[in-house]
């Protein structure tokens, strides 16, 4: 039976269409693709007033025996190693239903071979809030993260990320931390929002296996 990992790529916004197209090159099928806004740290950007930039995110369920070379090749070609080029990694998937394929919850995981160096922390809030959890991650060593719109298309209708329900006017954040930053990082998100207070967010963990276009200033 076939194992699986989500591979994410964080892209200008415009460059979405070119990165579908070379992962087709590499063997992927399909995509979906997100609209939102990465927080950046640049001397000349801040002189400007410009803080954030708007950007696209597309994510990929691919077999795993594909998905590494994929994401290298992808990541090669799309220049990822140049700062400001994009960011894109992968995640192993435990539970995978909608096609042919699905996964059981006792296949081994993609983590219990790999030597993981970074995690990705995930925060839903309340839309608004979210420049707040960038500040008070970044207050904690992060270097900016990623910014998504997680709107219902109907005030009735809510949108699941990773099997939670997010209903809408509701904004998400994900950074990626190296290990030994998580915990600072989530324990300031924690203090700064108060999240352990009912109705004011949700935060998770998820393991990465691979990352790319992380830079010395990000890392």
Do not use: W
């Given at each position: 039976m076939?194992?699986?990992?989500?591979?994410?790529?964080?892209?200008?916004?415009?460059?979405?269409?070119?990165?579908?197209?070379?992962?087709?090159?590499?063997?992927?099928?399909?995509?979906?693709?997100?609209?939102?806004?990465?927080?950046?740290?640049?001397?000349?950007?801040?002189?400007?007033?410009i803080?954030?930039?708007?950007?696209?995110?597309?994510?990929?369920?691919?077999?795993?025996?594909?998905?590494?070379?994929?994401?290298?090749?992808?990541?090669?070609?799309?220049?990822?190693?140049?700062?400001?080029?994009?960011?894109?990694?992968?995640?192993?998937?435990?539970?995978?239903?909608?096609?042919?394929?699905?996964?059981?919850?006792?296949?081994?995981?993609?983590?219990?071979?790999?030597?993981?160096?970074?995690?990705?922390?995930?925060?839903?809030?309340?839309?608004?809030?979210?420049?707040?959890?960038?500040?008070?991650?970044?207050?904690?060593?992060?270097?900016?993260?990623?910014?998504?719109?997680?709107?219902?298309?109907?005030?009735?209708?809510?949108?699941?990320?990773?099997?939670?329900e997010?209903?809408?006017?509701?904004?998400?954040?994900?950074?990626?931390?190296?290990?030994?930053?998580?915990?600072?990082?989530?324990?300031?998100?924690?203090?700064?929002?108060?999240?352990?207070?009912?109705?004011?967010?949700?935060v998770?963990?998820?393991?990465?296996?691979?990352?790319?276009?992380?830079?010395?200033?990000?890392?």
């Open positions: 076939d194992r699986f990992c989500l591979i994410c790529c964080v892209v200008n916004f415009g460059e979405a269409s070119k990165t579908l197209k070379i992962s087709r090159k590499h063997g992927i099928r399909g995509a979906t693709i997100s609209i939102g806004r990465g927080t950046i740290h640049s001397r000349f950007l801040d002189f400007l007033g803080y954030d930039v708007k950007k696209e995110i597309v994510t990929m369920i691919v077999e795993e025996e594909l998905g590494a070379a994929a994401l290298k090749g992808i990541s090669g070609e799309m220049q990822f190693e140049k700062p400001h080029r994009g960011i894109a990694f992968m995640c192993p998937v435990s539970v995978f239903t909608g096609k042919k394929n699905s996964i059981s919850e006792n296949i081994p995981k993609i983590d219990e071979v790999k030597n993981r160096l970074h995690k990705i922390i995930y925060v839903v809030v309340d839309k608004g809030k979210a420049e707040d959890v960038i500040e008070a991650a970044n207050k904690a060593g992060a270097k900016g993260g990623t910014i998504i719109n997680a709107r219902g298309a109907g005030v009735h209708e809510a949108k699941k990320l990773f099997s939670v997010i209903e809408p006017e509701k904004e998400e954040v994900f950074i990626i931390a190296k290990n030994e930053a998580k915990d600072g990082i989530l324990e300031s998100i924690k203090a700064e929002l108060n999240i352990d207070e009912p109705g004011n967010g949700i998770f963990v998820i393991d990465v296996n691979e990352v790319y276009g992380l830079h010395a200033e990000q890392k």
